[in-house]
């Protein structure tokens, strides 16, 4: 998974260890030997791919993705946006990629603190918005929260019925923008405005199954 998923998870991680299981310890064995593991790892790696590769490592894997744009057509609801920021200047085209973390960021936050106690209802929501608000989202990044569904849906009071129409919805979503970008990539078409409106539908498409799962959720 992307690395900015990692901090993500283990919020909640640490919140279900602390308060869970009737414990209300904010500050524990356990809290303390996550915290302590989280941070050996991952300080721990940095350093041996640093000293191997230097700034290039440093850079590829982490602070390039701050100011990552990808200009091809994709999913994201960003993508047209970045297609036009080529025209802004280099400073507040930076300062607009960086602003498009803060959505998930904040969601991130918001379901570690509300759900922390049904971890895989969290990392699901958590990888939801995540790949959703990203600003470049291809269709090889839903593996990483269709994988979890099995692990949530047991926890659904949902007929099979209403899972089938999100699951069509969703298909309908990625339907539209495959669309234009089919007239865009193979008939050479002027749909940019379009492929933006699929995008903004596409995401309201995944907001709106995210509302309807939580509302559906069996959170204890």
């Known amino acids: 998974a992307e690395w900015p998923l990692r901090p993500g998870y283990s919020l909640p991680i640490y919140l279900h260890f602390a308060y869970s299981n009737s414990q209300n310890k904010f500050l524990s064995f356990k809290t303390l030997t996550f915290v302590l593991s989280f941070a050996f790892l991952q300080v721990g790696f940095l350093c041996i791919f640093y000293y191997q590769?230097?700034?290039?490592?440093?850079?590829?894997?982490?602070?390039?993705?701050?100011?990552?744009?990808?200009?091809?057509?994709?999913?994201?609801?960003?993508?047209?946006?970045?297609?036009?920021?080529?025209?802004?200047?280099?400073?507040?085209s930076y300062l607009f990629k960086f602003l498009c973390f803060i959505p998930q960021a904040l969601l991130s936050l918001i379901f570690s603190l509300k759900f922390y106690q049904n971890l895989e209802l969290c990392f699901f929501m958590q990888t939801v918005v995540f790949v959703s608000f990203n600003k470049v989202s291809t269709s090889q990044y839903f593996v990483w929260y269709l994988w979890l569904i099995p692990g949530v849906f047991p926890k659904l009071t949902i007929s099979w019925r209403q899972g089938l129409g999100l699951f069509l919805m969703w298909l309908a979503g990625q339907a539209l923008w495959l669309f234009t970008g089919y007239m865009i990539e193979f008939q050479a078409k002027n749909y940019f405005l379009m492929m933006h409106f699929s995008s903004l539908s596409f995401l309201l498409i995944n907001v709106l199954n995210a509302c309807i799962l939580i509302k559906k959720a069996d959170i204890k």
């Open 53 to 92: 590769y230097g700034w290039t490592f440093l850079y590829e894997s982490y602070l390039y993705h701050f100011i990552r744009s990808d200009t091809r057509h994709n999913f994201s609801p960003y993508f047209y946006l970045l297609y036009l920021q080529r025209y802004m200047p280099q400073s507040v």
